[in-house]
């Protein structure tokens, strides 16, 4: 059992900067692909970034590319997602979850955390 807690977001004005983090509890955490997904008002939830167990692989969605980076830290069981040169678009609740493998599909994903509010303001 894996549980997931995010935290970092807030308000930031366009092209400003912030790092989510991602704690989690349960000795396998460094087993999991840890993925980032968010979700705006009346849409659907969608990938962001995904990272592999060891961080050796990381994948982003194509409109984050370039703005977005993904990290692990495995001894403190923490992923961590640097978001820069945030856009209003960006405005969303961002979740972040675990599971077997990399993977842009959240139906992949077995943990889930409760989601952080990040508001980018134009």
């Known amino acids: 059992q894996v549980q997931l807690v995010e935290s970092g977001g807030g308000l930031v004005q366009a092209g400003g900067s912030l790092r989510l983090s991602c704690a989690a509890s349960?000795?396998?955490?460094?087993?999991?692909?840890v993925g980032w997904f968010r979700q705006a008002p009346g849409k659907e939830r969608e990938f962001v970034a995904t990272i592999g167990w060891n961080g050796a692989s990381t994948y982003f969605r194509d409109s984050v590319k370039g703005r977005f980076t993904i990290s692990r830290d495995n001894r403190n069981n923490t992923v961590y997602l640097q978001m820069n040169s945030l856009k209003p678009e960006d405005t969303a609740v961002y979740y972040c979850a675990a599971g077997q493998t990399t993977s842009r599909v959240r139906t992949r994903y077995d943990y889930w955390g409760q989601g952080t509010q990040v508001t980018v303001s134009s």
């Open positions: 349960g000795r396998t955490f460094s087993t999991y692909a």
